[in-house]
C-alpha cells in the first residue's frame, strides 16, 4: 500500500511537470509566434510593437495588448491596437492558424494622404468580434512602392486569405480632413456593421444598419455643414479577388469581366444643408457590378487626376490624356441594374420631387418628376436617354480641351455616338406665362446605322398639344377661326439603303387636330456612302451625283379648309359657300399657264381647286421623273425656270372623300 501510495505521487508529481512543462512551451511558442509576425514587419521597412502577451493553455486563449504598427512608411498607415484575444486558438499547419472568436479592442488606422485631394483620414472601431476564424498565421509581405492602389490591393488579398463565419463590429468612424480643399472635412460613422460567411475572398453578405455624417465644406463661396443618415446598407454576394484581378497591373490584358457584387440595397437616404437645402431618398438598390482589369485602371485615373494644390491648369494634352483614361476606367464597370426610388430636394425656391432614377442595359431614365418653375409646376412622367455611353461623352467632351481651337464639323457630329436617342413623355408644363398648358404624350428621337459619325437613319415621334399663342402673326387666322389648341401629331423617318443607294423620307406624317392630316414620302437615287461627310468639300461634290425620285403628298382637311373659308368670308363680308367658290376660282385661274410648261399638271390644279372648294376631302399628289434627274441641277432650274423644271415629271392628282 505504501508503495502505491508512493507511486501515485510521483505520478502526480511528475504529471505536474510535463503539465507545466507543457504550459511553458506553449506560452514559449504562442510568443515566438506573435514576435515572428511583428518581425517580419519590420524586416520590409515598417515599424511593429507590442505589450503584454499571455497565453491560457486550457482555454487556448492568446491576448496581446497595445499593437502598433507603421507598415512600410509613415506615408501609408499608422495601425493602433489597445488589445486582440483570441479564444480557442490552434495551429492548422506550419502557417495557417485558427480560433474559435477573435475580438480586437481599440482599432485605429490612421492614414497620411487619400487619392488626389491629399485626404488625412483616420478609423476607429472600438470593437471588433470574428467567429470560426481561419487565416494564415503571418501576413503577406507588404508591397514595395506604397502607393494608395498597392495598399488597398494588398488589404484585399490579406482579406482573401481567411475565413469566418461572422465579422461584427458595433460602431466605426471614419474622420477625414481635407485642409481646406473642395473635399472638406468632417466624419462618417457606422453602426451594426456584419458579415456573413467570409470564404477566401467570397462573402454571402455584408450589411450596416445605420450611417451617419456631418461634412464641413465651402459651397458657391460660403462655408456650409451637411449632415445625414443613411439607414439599411446591405451588399450581397460579394467577390473580394475580383477586385483584387482588377486593380492587378500583372492582369492588364484580361478583357473578361469579373464580377465583384451581386446586389447592393439601401433604405432611407436623407441629408441637409445649413444652406436650406434637403435631399431625400427612399432607397437604392444595385445589381450586378462586374469588372473589366483591362479596363479599370484605377491607379491611371489616380496618376492623371490634377492634385487639389495645383496652381496651372492642366494642358489639352493632359487633359485629353485624363479623359482618355476616365472613358476607359467607365468601360471597364459594368452594372446590371440601378434603381434608386422617391427623390426630393427642398430649396428655397421649391421641392422638386422625382420618383425614379432607373438604368438598364446603357438605358437611363428618370420617371415622375414634379418640379416647380417661375411660370407653375411641371410634371414628366418619363425621360430617357438611349444607350448612353459615358465612356463615349468623356472622349467626346476631351475635343473640347484646347480653348483656342476650334472643334471640327465631324467632332460636333460625334455626339451621336454618345447615345442612340432620347425619349419624353407624359409632359404637363405652364405656357409661357399663361394660366394654359401644353402637354407632350410623346416625344422621342433615335438615330443608328451610323456612316462616320453621321447617322443614316432616323425618326421623330411627338405627340403634343399646345395652345395657340396670340403673340404669333401666323396664329392669329386659327384663333379667330375658334382654335384655342394645337393638337399635334408627327411621325417622321428617314433612311439610307447602301445595297441599292437608296435614300427615302418615310414615314412623315403630321396630323394637327381639327385641321388636317399631310403624309409625305420623298425618295432620292444614287445616293452614294461619301455623301454621308462632314467635309463640305466632298459632301458638295458627292449632292451633285443625287438623283431626284418619287415625291408623293396627301393631305385630308379635317377643318382647316373650312377654317380658311370663314376668315375669308369674314373679310370679304360674304356667305361660307361663296367663301369657298372664290377661293377654288383663284386657284383654278392659274390653270392656263401651269397646264402650258406641262399639260399634267393641270389635273393637279383641278384637284386642289375641288379640294379647297369641298371640305372634307383628301388631296392626293404623286410627282414621278420622266428620266434621271440630277437633284442639284433641278433645285437649280426650280430657281431659273420653273416651267422647265415642272416639265421634267409626271403628275398624278386626284381628290376624295
Do not use: C
Not at 159 to 188: E, M
Not at 378 to 391: G, Q, T, Y
Amino acid at each position: 500500500m505504501k508503495r502505491i501510495l508512493i507511486g501515485l505521487i510521483l505520478l502526480a508529481v511528475l504529471g505536474a511537470a510535463g503539465w507545466f512543462g507543457f504550459d511553458l512551451y506553449a506560452k514559449h511558442r504562442a510568443t515566438a509566434e506573435v514576435e515572428a509576425a511583428f518581425e517580419q514587419i519590420r524586416k520590409q521597412g515598417g515599424k511593429a510593437s507590442h505589450g503584454k502577451i499571455a497565453f491560457d493553455v486550457m482555454s487556448r486563449t492568446l491576448t496581446v495588448e497595445d499593437i502598433a504598427v507603421t507598415p512600410g512608411s509613415e506615408s501609408q498607415a499608422q495601425i493602433k491596437i489597445a488589445g486582440i484575444k483570441g479564444t480557442g486558438v490552434r495551429l492548422l499547419e506550419e502557417a495557417r492558424l485558427s480560433a474559435d472568436s477573435i475580438d480586437i479592442a481599440g482599432l485605429e488606422l490612421a492614414l497620411g494622404e487619400i487619392g488626389p485631394a491629399k485626404l488625412k483620414g483616420s478609423y476607429k472601431i472600438p470593437q471588433l468580434t470574428m467567429r470560426d476564424y481561419a487565416g494564415p498565421l503571418r501576413a503577406l509581405n507588404v508591397p514595395t512602392g506604397g502607393s494608395s492602389i498597392d495598399m488597398y490591393r494588398y488589404a484585399l488579398e490579406q482579406y482573401a486569405s481567411v475565413t469566418a463565419s461572422s465579422v461584427t463590429a458595433p460602431t466605426l468612424t471614419f474622420t477625414f480632413d481635407g485642409g481646406g480643399g473642395a473635399a472638406g472635412s468632417g466624419d462618417i460613422s457606422y453602426s451594426g456593421l456584419a458579415i456573413q460567411n467570409l470564404k477566401r475572398g467570397k462573402i454571402d453578405a455584408m450589411k450596416t444598419d445605420r450611417v451617419n455624417f456631418t461634412i464641413n465644406v465651402q459651397s458657391v463661396g460660403k462655408a456650409d455643414k451637411l449632415t445625414g443618415e443613411l439607414s439599411t446598407i446591405a451588399v450581397n454576394d460579394i467577390d473580394v479577388t475580383a477586385i483584387t484581378a482588377a486593380l492587378d497591373p500583372q492582369k492588364a490584358d484580361d478583357d473578361s469581366y469579373h464580377r465583384a457584387y451581386g446586389q447592393i440595397s439601401t433604405g432611407p437616404y436623407v441629408a441637409t444643408s445649413t444652406l436650406g437645402i434637403r435631399v431625400q431618398v427612399d432607397g437604392i438598390a444595385i445589381d450586378d457590378i462586374a469588372l473589366q482589369p483591362s479596363k479599370f485602371r484605377l491607379a491611371e485615373v489616380l496618376a492623371v487626376l490634377p492634385a487639389t494644390d495645383r496652381t496651372s491648369l492642366p494642358t489639352p494634352a493632359q487633359s485629353r490624356e485624363m479623359m482618355e483614361k476616365l472613358a476607359r476606367f467607365y468601360e471597364g464597370i459594368r452594372v446590371g441594374r440601378i434603381d434608386i426610388g422617391n427623390l426630393s430636394m427642398t430649396t428655397p425656391q421649391g421641392t422638386p420631387k422625382l420618383k425614379a432614377i432607373r438604368y438598364r442595359q446603357g438605358e437611363l431614365a428618370l420617371e415622375g418628376l414634379d418640379a416647380p418653375t417661375p411660370q407653375g409646376q411641371i410634371k414628366m412622367e418619363r425621360f430617357a436617354l438611349k444607350s448612353f455611353s459615358v465612356a463615349n461623352l468623356l472622349r467626346w467632351a476631351a475635343g473640347f480641351s484646347d480653348p483656342g481651337q476650334r472643334p471640327s464639323p465631324d467632332h460636333m457630329l460625334g455626339l451621336f455616338r454618345v447615345l442612340d436617342g432620347a425619349e419624353i413623355k407624359g409632359v404637363v408644363a405652364p405656357f409661357k406665362n399663361t394660366k394654359k398648358l401644353v402637354t407632350i404624350d410623346t416625344l422621342s428621337v433615335d438615330w443608328g446605322q451610323m456612316v462616320g459619325s453621321i447617322p443614316t437613319k432616323a425618326h421623330v415621334v411627338a405627340k403634343m398639344v399646345t395652345p395657340t399663342d396670340p403673340s404669333d402673326p401666323k396664329q392669329l387666322p386659327l384663333i379667330a377661326g375658334g382654335i384655342d389648341k394645337l393638337a399635334i401629331d408627327l411621325d417622321l423617318g428617314a433612311g439610307w439603303t447602301e445595297s441599292s443607294n437608296s435614300f427615302v423620307l418615310a414615314p412623315a406624317t403630321l396630323d394637327i387636330g381639327g385641321i388636317a392630316t399631310a403624309k409625305l414620302r420623298i425618295a432620292l437615287g444614287n445616293v452614294l456612302r461619301g455623301l454621308f461627310s462632314a467635309d463640305p468639300a466632298q459632301l458638295m461634290s458627292q449632292a451633285t451625283q443625287v438623283e431626284a425620285g418619287t415625291v408623293e403628298f396627301s393631305l385630308r382637311d379635317s377643318g382647316g379648309v373650312d377654317s380658311v373659308a370663314m376668315q375669308y368670308a369674314r373679310g370679304k363680308n360674304v356667305s361660307r359657300e361663296a367663301a369657298h367658290q372664290a377661293l377654288a376660282d383663284s386657284v383654278r385661274v392659274h390653270r392656263a399657264e401651269v397646264v402650258a410648261a406641262n399639260p399634267e399638271a393641270g389635273t393637279a390644279v383641278d384637284a386642289i381647286a375641288s379640294f379647297v372648294e369641298t371640305p372634307g376631302q383628301t388631296l392626293v399628289i404623286k410627282v414621278t421623273p420622266r428620266a434621271k434627274v440630277p437633284l442639284m441641277q433641278l433645285m437649280q432650274l426650280l430657281q431659273a425656270d420653273p416651267e422647265s423644271a415642272l416639265a421634267q415629271f409626271r403628275i398624278e392628282a386626284s381628290t376624295g372623300l
